[in-house]
């Protein structure tokens, strides 16, 4: 199949990129567009969509995959082309959760061979994500965490700044709102799952899966700090539906959050502040490129 490779300029100049794509069109049509700036992505989608390209490839990380959804999220679902990965990242944790190798030359071979399923996408607000969006102050972990701190520790640099800024956490109060249920809560951290993993590999949903149709949240609450061991406790539960005292879980289509103070939320590793939000799953809205047996995927399992 032919691919169109959409490239974060960053990760242009690799040897090692080079050399996989100039391998892979060995066996088959390669073509590479470059981002440069700000809205580069959206207007290379709309120009793959009208050259009749029938499956991208997204070059970069967990932020690339991120601009790309969003790009297609704005074609009507008819015109949207496939979509493959090839893992540039610091973290990749989508890709990995996917079970796409690192490998660049077996991540070209899977998306040139391999076959396409349909999976959601979460629409937060006016904007999309794929894996996994955060809210609290590990939100502010990953959006202030240095470049060139990931480059140095990789995925362990989210968990090194999240260890220094959860020292001086503060909560923000505000009401959640799930079907059948609205409780007002003080939160330390949350997490909205289509995906399972973020933050260089740190599980967050163990039995996420992106093509159910539901949401799986986990949110921490204010504790004590002599309770640290039961939070550690609760953290570890991988039921989706358990409700711990500091730490609760819900499997859910949609959710809300609503507080008189601006949360920090970083959807896919892109930042924003909103004093209110809703989460809602959009069924089968990409048709996204994975290994045979991805985890992610119901009914696709090894």
């Given at each position: 199949m032919a691919l169109r490779v959409l490239l974060n300029g960053k990760k242009a100049v690799l040897a090692s990129v080079r050399a996989a794509i100039y391998?892979?069109?060995?066996?088959?049509?390669?073509?590479?567009?470059?981002?440069?700036?700000?809205?580069?992505?959206?207007?290379l989608v709309r120009e793959a969509c009208?050259?009749?390209?029938?499956?991208?490839?997204?070059?970069?990380?967990d932020g690339t995959v991120n601009e790309i959804v969003n790009a297609l999220m704005g074609l009507a679902d008819e015109d949207r082309p496939e979509l493959a990965i090839l893992?540039?990242?610091?973290?990749?944790?989508?890709?990995?959760?996917?079970?796409?190798?690192?490998?660049?030359?077996?991540?070209?071979?899977?998306?040139?061979?391999g076959s396409a399923c349909k999976v959601d996408v979460v629409k937060a607000n006016a904007s999309h994500f794929i894996n996994v969006a955060s809210g609290g102050?590990?939100?502010?972990?990953?959006?202030?965490t240095p470049l060139a701190l990931k480059n140095l520790l990789g995925g362990g640099a989210?968990?090194?700044?999240?260890?220094?800024?959860?020292?001086?956490?503060?909560?923000?109060?505000?009401?959640?709102?799930?079907?059948?249920?609205?409780?007002?809560?003080?939160?330390?951290v949350g997490a909205v799952c289509n995906g399972r993993q973020a933050g260089g590999g740190q599980q967050l949903a163990?039995?996420?899966?992106?093509?159910?149709?539901?949401?799986?949240?986990?949110?921490?609450?204010?504790?004590?700090a002599r309770s640290i061991s039961q939070v550690i406790e609760e953290l570890r539960n991988p039921d989706p539906d358990a409700r711990g005292e500091y730490v609760r879980r819900y499997k859910v289509p949609?959710?809300?959050?609503?507080?008189?103070?601006?949360?920090?939320?970083?959807?896919?590793?892109?930042?924003?502040?909103?004093?209110?939000?809703?989460?809602?799953?959009?069924?089968?809205?990409?048709?996204?490129v994975v290994p045979e047996h991805c985890p992610l995927v119901s009914g696709r399992q090894s």
């Open positions: 391998k892979a069109r060995e066996h088959g049509p390669v073509d590479v567009r470059v981002t440069w700036e700000s809205g580069d992505v959206r207007r009208a050259d009749g390209c029938q499956r991208l490839v997204a070059g970069g990380g893992p540039l990242g610091t973290a990749n944790d989508f890709a990995t959760g996917c079970g796409i190798q690192s490998d660049l030359d077996r991540a070209l071979d899977l998306a040139r061979q102050f590990g939100a502010e972990v990953t959006a202030n989210y968990t090194l700044a999240g260890v220094v800024r959860v020292i001086n956490f503060v909560a923000y109060v505000g009401e959640f709102r799930i079907p059948g249920e609205v409780t007002h809560n003080e939160i330390v163990p039995a996420a899966s992106i093509n159910d149709g539901l949401l799986d949240i986990v949110a921490l609450h204010t504790f004590p949609w959710a809300e959050w609503e507080s008189a103070t601006a949360m920090p939320i970083n959807l896919d590793g892109e930042p924003m502040k909103v004093k209110a939000i809703r989460f809602e799953v959009v069924p089968e809205a990409i048709k996204l």
